[in-house]
C-alpha cells in the first residue's frame, strides 16, 4: 500500500507526490492529517482553516472518483503525529508514504520525526517539490549561499528555469471503482462554505487564473495597486492551499504570451515578478530557520526597541487611527479575510515607522485574520516593511498614509466603502477629513493617532542608532 500525504497541496493536477505515487500500479490510498492544536499556535485563521477543510472536501470527493480513499488522521499537535501514523501506517499495510516537502521550521522538524519512526516499521518516505517552481537551494549565489537580496535572485532563478525548464503534470487516471465519499460538512468536521467571494476547487482556481491573463495581465503595472480596481489576480489564498500550483501559473502566463518574459518592460514581466517573490520569500526561509522562528532577517535589528503598546496596537487593529486608507485597509480586513497587497504595505509600514510597533504583532495578527496566511510570504512582507528584512532598500523608507491615499485610492472609493464616517466627504479632503469635519460639527471619526512627520524621524533614528552605537 502506498500513501500520499496532503498537506497544502490540495490539488489533483500538478502534483509530484500524487504524480510518483501513481506511477506505479498497487493500492493507493491517500491522507490527510487534522491538527486543530497546531492550528492555533500557528494563528491559522478561522476564514483560511474553513476554506482549506471546504477544498479537502473537494478533494476527497475528487480522489473517490478516481478509487483513491483520502483518510483522515485527526491529532492535536504535530508531537503526536509520528505515533499515529505509525499506527495508521500498520493497520493500512502501508509500505511507502509519498509527500511534498514542507519549508517551515515545525513542518520540517514534524517531517524529521514521522521520517524516523515509520522508517523503524518499515515504511519509505519520498519527498518532493511541490510548494515552488524551482525547489529551494535550487537558486544559489556563485559561492553556493542564498541570497539575500531579490534583484539579483530573480535573474539567477529566470536562468535557472531556462535551464531546468518544467513540466504540468495532469491529474492521475482512475485507479480502480469510484468509491462514495461522505463529506466532511456530513460527519460534522466543518461547516458548509458559502463564501462567495472565494469558491473552493482546481476548476475555479484555474478560471480565474486564465481569466486574469486574458483580461488583466497587460494592465497589470498599472492597476494592481488600486485596491478600488480588480487588477490583481486574487489567486493567493488558491496558492496559499495548494489549489493550484506556482508552475501551473508560469506555464498559463507562457501559453497566453508565447515566450517566457525576461526583464522588466515586457509584458506580463511584473505579474512574473510576483511569482518571484514568492519563490525568494519561500526559499529564504528554507535557509534561515529563525525566520520561522520570530528572529529578523538582519540580526543586529533585534537590537530595536519597538514598542509593545496593546492601546495603539489595537487602535491599529481595529482600524482607528485616524489615518482614512489604514482605517479602511485594517476594516476590509478584519470584515473579509482579505487585504490588497499596496494596503498590507501601507498598513504595516504604519504600524512599524509610525507606530514603532513590533512587527512581530503585526505578522501574527495578519495570519489570525487571513484566507491567504502564509508563513514566507507574510514573514517577508512584514520584515520588508518594518526594514529587519531581506531589502536592498535603505532604512529610512517610510510610506506616508496620507499620500499613499491620495495617490492609490484618489476618488476614495476604497475608503468610503469601509469609512462609513466618511462617506460625505468631498474627495479634496477625504484623506485629510478632520478639517472638513470639524468645520461641520462631526466628531464620529478618530483624530490621526501620530503626527507623521515626527513619527519618521523617530523610526529613523531607531536605525541609526543601530549603525552608530
Request: hydrophobic share 45%; net charge neutral; charged share 20%.
Amino acid at each position: 500500500m502506498k500513501l500520499v500525504w496532503f498537506r497544502n497541496d490540495l490539488r489533483l493536477r500538478d502534483n509530484p507526490a500524487l504524480r510518483h505515487a501513481c506511477a506505479e500500479p498497487g493500492e493507493l490510498a491517500a491522507l490527510f492529517v487534522i491538527s486543530q492544536g497546531q492550528w492555533r499556535q500557528h494563528h491559522m485563521a478561522d476564514i483560511r482553516r474553513d476554506f482549506m477543510l471546504a477544498q479537502l472536501d473537494t478533494l476527497g470527493a475528487g480522489l473517490a472518483a478516481l478509487g483513491i480513499r483520502l483518510h483522515l488522521l485527526e491529532v492535536e499537535t504535530f508531537a503526536e503525529l509520528p505515533e499515529a501514523l505509525a499506527r495508521l501506517g500498520h493497520d493500512l499495510g502501508v509500505t511507502h508514504l509519498y509527500a511534498n516537502q514542507a519549508i517551515e521550521v515545525d513542518e520540517l522538524r514534524r517531517d524529521g520525526a514521522v521520517s524516523a519512526r515509520l522508517a523503524q516499521e518499515g515504511i519509505g518516505c519520498h519527498w518532493f517539490n511541490g510548494c515552488c517552481v524551482l525547489p529551494p537551494g535550487r537558486v544559489l549565489t556563485g559561492s553556493g549561499e542564498m541570497f539575500k537580496v531579490f534583484t539579483p535572485f530573480s535573474r539567477a532563478w529566470l536562468k535557472a528555469l531556462d535551464e531546468d525548464g518544467f513540466v504540468i503534470h495532469r491529474a492521475p487516471p482512475p485507479r480502480g471503482k469510484p468509491l462514495a465519499w461522505t463529506s466532511l460538512v456530513s460527519s460534522g468536521l466543518t461547516k458548509p462554505w458559502d463564501n462567495a467571494h472565494w469558491p473552493v476547487g482546481e476548476e475555479e482556481a484555474e478560471r480565474r487564473l486564465h481569466l486574469f491573463l486574458e483580461q488583466g495581465v497587460l494592465d497589470y503595472p498599472a492597476a494592481r495597486d488600486f485596491p478600488a480596481l480588480p487588477g490583481t489576480s486574487c489567486l493567493s489564498p488558491y496558492l496559499a492551499a495548494g489549489i493550484i500550483s506556482p508552475r501551473q501559473c508560469v506555464a498559463a502566463l507562457q501559453q497566453r504570451l508565447g515566450h517566457r518574459p525576461q526583464a522588466k518592460g515586457q509584458p506580463g514581466y511584473v505579474w512574473l515578478s510576483e511569482l518571484i517573490w514568492r519563490e525568494f520569500y519561500r526559499h529564504l526561509l528554507v535557509k534561515v530557520p529563525g525566520l520561522s522562528m520570530n528572529l529578523p532577517f538582519k540580526p543586529e535589528t533585534a537590537a530595536l526597541p519597538w514598542s509593545w503598546d496593546p492601546v495603539a496596537f489595537a487602535a491599529w487593529r481595529e482600524g482607528r487611527t485616524g489615518f482614512p486608507i489604514v482605517d479602511a485597509a485594517m476594516r476590509c480586513l478584519n470584515a473579509t479575510g482579505w487585504m490588497h497587497n499596496r494596503l498590507r504595505m501601507i498598513v504595516a509600514s504604519f504600524l512599524t515607522k509610525d507606530l514603532h510597533i513590533h512587527w512581530r504583532l503585526g505578522e501574527e495578527y495578519f495570519m489570525s485574520k487571513l484566507i491567504d496566511g502564509d508563513l514566507a510570504a507574510n514573514n517577508g512582507g512584514w520584515q520588508w516593511a518594518a526594514g529587519t528584512g531581506a531589502d536592498a532598500a535603505p532604512y529610512f523608507r517610510v510610506f506616508n498614509p496620507t499620500t499613499q491615499g491620495q495617490r492609490f485610492d484618489p476618488q476614495g472609493e476604497f475608503v468610503r466603502t469601509w469609512v462609513t464616517e466618511l462617506i460625505d466627504v468631498p474627495e479634496p479632503y477625504l484623506h485629510q477629513p478632520h478639517e472638513w469635519l470639524r468645520a461641520k460639527g462631526r466628531d464620529g471619526y478618530p483624530a490621526p493617532m501620530v503626527d507623521h512627520g515626527k513619527a519618521r524621524l523617530v523610526a529613523i533614528d531607531m536605525f541609526r542608532h543601530l549603525e552608530k552605537p
